[in-house]
Structure formats: C-alpha cells, structure tokens
C-alpha cells in the first residue's frame, strides 16, 4: 500500500505546506497519532488539515482547529476494513447521513447539468465515514465534499487538488508531489 500525506496549516503568514511522514501504515496505533504529527508540523496554526491519498482510491481528511478538536472525514468506509492505515485514521467514526447532491451545488467548470449522474469513483457502494462538514467555513460545503469524491474519475489527488485550489494552497501542494 502506497500512501501521500500532505499537512496543511493556515496561520498568521499563510498557508504552510508539507508531506508528512506517518510511518508504515501497520504502525500507526490510532487517529490520535496521527493529529499529533499534524499539530507538530505547525504549533501556531489556526487551522491545521492532513490530506492522505492512499493507493489511488481512498481519501482521509483530517482537521485541527488550533491543535485541538479533532475532525476526521473518510472517502469510503471500505479504507477501515482493507488497511491498518484506515482502521487506525477511521475506524471510530460514522457514516453522515445520507445527502441529495443537487445539481446546482456541483460547481467544477467541467461539470455537465444535463449529464447523466456520476458513479462514485470507489465504486456504487462507496460509503463515506466522518464529518462532510469539517471544511464547510473554509469554502468547501459538506455535499461539495461529497460530490467531489463521488466524481466519476476524480481520483483522492483530484479531490485534494480541488480543495486546495479553494484554499489557496494548490500550488504548493502539487509541488510536494
């Protein structure tokens, strides 16, 4: 299993960027682990996320406001049950409630009203697990999260790169790649 982790934090200078290293993914114990390398990466941040892509297929997100109040939100539950790395990043959280994407609320240039909906890019059944809101106040609504990793042939890194772009933050992280 191949995993890309890129840390993410906004303080008073900007956004600050870099991949971060979890370790091999069977050592990771838990999520709280993981926030603790994201919090060590900038101790003053005022929002703090980690982006890991792992293989390709799935997505986990977490956040940090401050250091503190830990939100996680997972692509599909799939993660949980096919890698340690999922289990530890995922494994205690649940799945939203299920959402009604509306058309309107997809707003990617190439995204085409009259086309037929889009398959999730996990496949029909995937599942995500977490909190689809934990990006809403920085510009990235729960079911545009949702929609995003739903996309047919957007990949974790797509879904990533978009998020990015609404942070402002695309460039550097394409540059850690």
């Given at each position: 299993m191949s995993y890309f982790a890129a840390a993410v934090a906004r303080g008073p200078k900007g956004w600050a960027v870099a991949e971060l290293d979890l370790g091999?993914?069977?050592?990771?114990?838990?999520?709280?682990?993981?926030?603790?390398?994201?919090?060590?990466?900038?101790?003053?941040?005022?929002?703090?996320?980690?982006?890991?892509?792992?293989?390709?297929?799935?997505?986990?997100?977490?956040?940090?406001d401050e250091g503190e109040d830990l939100r996680v939100f997972g692509s599909d539950a799939a993660f949980v049950d096919e890698s340690p790395l999922g289990a530890a990043l995922l494994g205690d959280e649940d799945r939203p409630e299920?959402?009604?994407?509306?058309?309107?609320?997809?707003?990617?240039?190439?995204?085409?009203?009259?086309?037929?909906?889009?398959?999730?890019?996990n496949g029909d059944d995937a599942e995500p697990v977490g909190d689809p809101e934990l990006l809403a106040d920085l510009g990235v609504p729960g079911k545009r999260?949702?929609?995003?990793?739903?996309?047919?042939?957007?990949?974790?890194?797509?879904?990533?790169?978009?998020?990015c772009a609404v942070l402002g933050c695309a460039d550097d992280v394409e540059e850690l790649r």
């Open positions: 091999r993914p069977s050592e990771l114990s838990d999520v709280e682990e993981a926030a603790e390398l994201l919090r060590d990466f900038d101790t003053e941040a005022e929002v703090s996320l980690l982006f890991v892509e792992v293989d390709d297929e799935y997505l986990a997100i977490l956040r940090l299920q959402v009604d994407l509306p058309d309107d609320d997809y707003e990617s240039d190439d995204y085409d009203a009259d086309a037929e909906p889009a398959a999730p890019a999260l949702l929609a995003l990793c739903a996309g047919e042939g957007l990949m974790p890194s797509d879904v990533t790169a978009e998020i």
